[in-house]
């Protein structure tokens, strides 16, 4: 079993012990302070989102006795926030909304010295699909049409993701790879800056989570052609998957919580029974 797929799966049982009834546990632990709830990339972008909308779902049910401190850290493909949680001073207090940089920002750059592993699993509060994006300006309409396109360009085409390794690079890789592409790849720190950029023409397509380009498909500046996904998505339904298209392949963005290492018992008891409820 791999490294990733143990985490993954730790943060999976940490979800189900969330879902026990609260007499399970009798700890009593409360936050004695503001929580810090750091988002693992850059303000607008899917993570940001989920850690906005749990923040005022927490508030408006008035489920803590201490408020959640959202703050944006996607510094280095989430290197930030990543020695920021490694870092903290009070681990009861110290929690972060992950993407998949989780996993591979620490195998990217090993120097940071972080393990993964010593951080304490909270709860998977869901996954995000990926969808690929053009300006409707491009006059592109298909996905074979986009293929056609981005060979036509021999390098020259330009895409823009969420940092370099992680997520939305690891996407366009296997497009390059699987029908042989050449392109040039703008690393953003975050989903909603590559969004933004598609919507203003800086760069010619995404693979933006569906939330992170939500406004723009709504306002018509950006147009789906294909979704990651294992079957096609019910807010795109005449968009194709890429397993449509003969390529068995599937990518999900994870939106999960962690608490920092050295959180105690007590307090991620707590922190899985209040994520439950959200």
Same mark, same amino acid.
């Given at each position: 079993m791999t490294l990733s797929r143990r985490i993954f799966l730790n943060i999976a049982g940490a979800s189900a012990l969330a879902s026990l009834p609260i007499a399970a546990f009798a700890e009593g632990w409360q936050p004695k302070r503001p929580i810090d709830f750091t988002i693992m990339a850059g303000s607008g972008g899917g993570a940001d989102q989920i850690a906005r909308f749990i923040q005022s779902a927490v508030e408006a049910d008035g489920l803590t006795n201490r408020p959640l401190i959202p703050t944006d850290r996607g510094g280095g493909s989430g290197a930030e926030a990543l020695l920021?949680?490694?870092?903290?001073?009070?681990?009861?207090?110290?929690?972060?909304? /992950?993407?998949?940089?989780?996993?591979?920002?620490?195998?990217?750059?090993?120097?940071?010295? %972080?393990?993964?592993? =010593?951080? !304490?699993?909270?709860?998977?509060?869901?996954?995000?699909?990926?969808?690929?994006?053009?300006?409707?300006?491009?006059?592109?309409? /298909?996905?074979?049409?986009?293929?056609?396109?981005?060979?036509?360009?021999?390098?020259?085409? %330009?895409?823009?993701? =969420?940092? !370099?390794?992680?997520?939305?690079?690891?996407?366009?890789?296997?497009?390059?790879?699987a029908f042989d592409l050449k392109l040039k790849y703008i690393p953003f720190d975050g989903g909603s800056a590559v969004a933004k950029e598609l919507a203003g023409q800086q760069i010619m397509a995404t693979v933006n989570n569906p939330s992170e380009a939500k406004g723009f498909y709504q306002a018509g500046d950006v147009v789906p052609l294909l979704a990651f996904s294992d079957e096609r998505l019910p807010a795109f339904p005449d968009v194709p998957t890429l397993k449509e298209k003969g390529h068995d392949f599937s990518y999900f963005n994870q939106r999960a919580i962690v608490g920092a290492p050295g959180m105690s018992p007590e307090a991620a008891t707590y922190y899985r029974e209040l994520f439950a409820k959200v």
């Amino acid at each position: 079993m791999t490294l990733s797929r143990r985490i993954f799966l730790n943060i999976a049982g940490a979800s189900a012990l969330a879902s026990l009834p609260i007499a399970a546990f009798a700890e009593g632990w409360q936050p004695k302070r503001p929580i810090d709830f750091t988002i693992m990339a850059g303000s607008g972008g899917g993570a940001d989102q989920i850690a906005r909308f749990i923040q005022s779902a927490v508030e408006a049910d008035g489920l803590t006795n201490r408020p959640l401190i959202p703050t944006d850290r996607g510094g280095g493909s989430g290197a930030e926030a990543l020695l920021h949680l490694k870092d903290a001073g009070d681990p009861d207090h110290t929690l972060m909304v /992950t993407l998949n940089s989780f996993y591979t920002t620490p195998i990217r750059q090993a120097d940071l010295g %972080v393990d993964i592993e =010593t951080f !304490t699993p909270i709860t998977m509060m869901g996954v995000d699909p990926f969808v690929l994006w053009v300006h409707k300006e491009s006059g592109i309409t /298909t996905f074979e049409e986009y293929v056609a396109k981005v060979k036509e360009m021999d390098g020259e085409y %330009v895409m823009g993701g =969420t940092g !370099t390794g992680q997520e939305d690079s690891i996407v366009i890789a296997y497009l390059q790879n699987a029908f042989d592409l050449k392109l040039k790849y703008i690393p953003f720190d975050g989903g909603s800056a590559v969004a933004k950029e598609l919507a203003g023409q800086q760069i010619m397509a995404t693979v933006n989570n569906p939330s992170e380009a939500k406004g723009f498909y709504q306002a018509g500046d950006v147009v789906p052609l294909l979704a990651f996904s294992d079957e096609r998505l019910p807010a795109f339904p005449d968009v194709p998957t890429l397993k449509e298209k003969g390529h068995d392949f599937s990518y999900f963005n994870q939106r999960a919580i962690v608490g920092a290492p050295g959180m105690s018992p007590e307090a991620a008891t707590y922190y899985r029974e209040l994520f439950a409820k959200v």
